[in-house]
């Protein structure tokens, strides 16, 4: 069985001015939700081919049909929404093939996607029926491309990426350049994943426990640029982020756990570039040449963007997050992740701390959330929320197993992560440390 869900996505053109349509996901889609995007969804058990998957996704979301029919597209639409009709077979000219992108390992959702190009046909509109979809519009590609460098438009990377390869040319040209494009891309170890101007995603593997496997670095700024994080140990890794990284300013750490640093060193030597980090994350960094320290309130200006750091320890000492104000951009690092929860362990991080660190981003206005582990998310509040109540119910369990006369840390392991494998239960061992020393302190044991 694949690994990918196989999935189709189309380029819907409006032939009189090469307008193209686009979607707005809604925010509680667990792939890609609150992004800007192409219309499309993955292949049905009743699809046919991936064909009739684009073509049935197109008028499922949009209203456009490629195909004939005697009944009102509406009704049929509602019919065919409602499981009691079917697409009516397209003719194959109506949709061109425009190649293949599989979503990168670092995500936990993972597809196959075909795409397509398509023309509106004479006489029909495209309008989206709220529901997975939030809205859609046409656009001419130029006016969606500045909007979302003005941070107007949260276009998805792929579509981002979409619109400005077939900007400057025709809608009969997309499929032929879309194909060899992206014929291109299936052979690069690194895929360009833009999710904000000046902010470009490198997810590496990074050799830590799944899901958290793949460490997300960013290279950040529209003139001079910054990488954060230099994580992988591995090798070939490392060769790929230095070819990526070539060019960059600095390289900034945002804590000094392994997965964050194992190419820091050599990133710095072989690119010549100074390495940044706080304090605190320094002097756990032995042989490690750090060249600047930097804390909370300073001000990073890259270009057009503008970091504030902010100093949230908790998961580790001297942790760093950045807030970007003008696009509203939180790179978290390790304070939360869209993947798994994170380990707070007793010999260098701090439970009650971690927790006024969530406390304190919760104030931000965040539009786009980017962690070190797991995709971005347009909800970030959502996320640090689910993150606090996570740790008051863990906390509440343990109050309750203590009360029980539970007190050695393995029975209590047992008692809170039932069913869990040898290795989750000595990660476990350490949150419910911490989560001791915490309620020790605060003289509730």
Not at 30 to 44: E, N, S, T
Not at 177 to 187: F, G, H, I, N, S
Not at 310 to 323: C, E, K, N, R, V
């Amino acid at each position: 069985m694949s690994e990918f869900a196989l999935a189709a996505s189309v380029l819907l053109a409006r032939p009189s001015d090469d307008a193209i349509f686009l979607v707005h996901r809604s925010a509680s889609l667990r792939f890609m939700g609150g992004f800007v995007a192409l219309p499309g969804g993955k292949v049905d058990p009743a699809d046919t081919d991936i064909r009739y998957c684009a073509a049935r996704e197109l008028f499922e979301e949009t209203g456009v049909l490629l195909g004939n029919t005697t009944v009102n597209p509406s009704d049929l639409r509602r019919a065919v929404l409602a499981g009691q009709a079917k697409v009516p077979d397209i003719a194959e000219e109506l949709l061109q093939p425009a190649g293949r992108l599989i979503t990168p390992p670092f995500s936990p959702m993972r597809f196959d996607t075909s795409f397509f190009v398509a023309l509106l046909p004479p006489g029909q509109i495209a309008e989206v029926w709220p529901g997975e979809l939030d809205s859609g519009e046409w656009w001419h590609i130029r006016d969606a491309l500045n909007a979302w460098k003005r941070g107007e438009l949260l276009l998805s990377p792929p579509t981002y990426s979409i619109l400005e390869l077939i900007s400057d040319h025709r809608s009969h040209d997309w499929a032929g350049l879309l194909q060899r494009e992206l014929d291109l891309v299936a052979t690069r170890r690194v895929p360009p994943i833009w999710f904000s101007p000046g902010v470009r995603m490198i997810p590496l593997d990074c050799a830590g426990l799944p899901p958290t496997q793949f460490m997300n670095s960013f290279i950040v700024g529209t003139g001079p640029r910054i990488l954060f994080d230099a994580g992988p140990a591995d090798p070939g890794e490392q060769e790929a982020l230095l070819e990526e990284a070539a060019g960059v300013q600095g390289v900034i750490l945002t804590h000094h756990h392994p997965d964050h640093v194992g190419a820091a060193q050599r990133v710095r030597d072989e690119l010549g570039i100074p390495v940044w980090s706080h304090f605190d994350a320094a002097g756990r960094l032995p042989g490690l040449t750090i060249d600047r320290f930097i804390d909370d309130g300073t001000i990073l200006s890259l270009g057009e963007l503008e970091l504030h750091v902010l100093h949230t320890p908790g998961h580790a000492a001297g942790h760093l997050a950045f807030w970007e104000p003008k696009h509203r951009l939180l790179f978290a690092s390790d304070l939360v992740s869209t993947v798994s929860s994170l380990i707070i362990a007793p010999d260098d991080g701090d439970l009650a701390t971690y927790i006024a660190s969530l406390h304190r981003i919760q104030e931000l206005p965040v539009r786009l959330l980017l962690p070190s582990h797991g995709p971005p998310t347009t909800r970030g509040h959502a996320l640090i929320n689910r993150t606090l109540e996570h740790r008051a119910r863990r906390e509440e369990q343990l109050l309750v197993a203590l009360a029980a006369g539970k007190r050695d840390i393995r029975e209590l392991a047992l008692e809170l992560y039932r069913g869990s494998t040898e290795e989750t239960l000595r990660l476990a061992e350490l949150q419910i440390e911490s989560g001791l020393i915490k309620l020790r302190r605060e003289g509730r044991l």
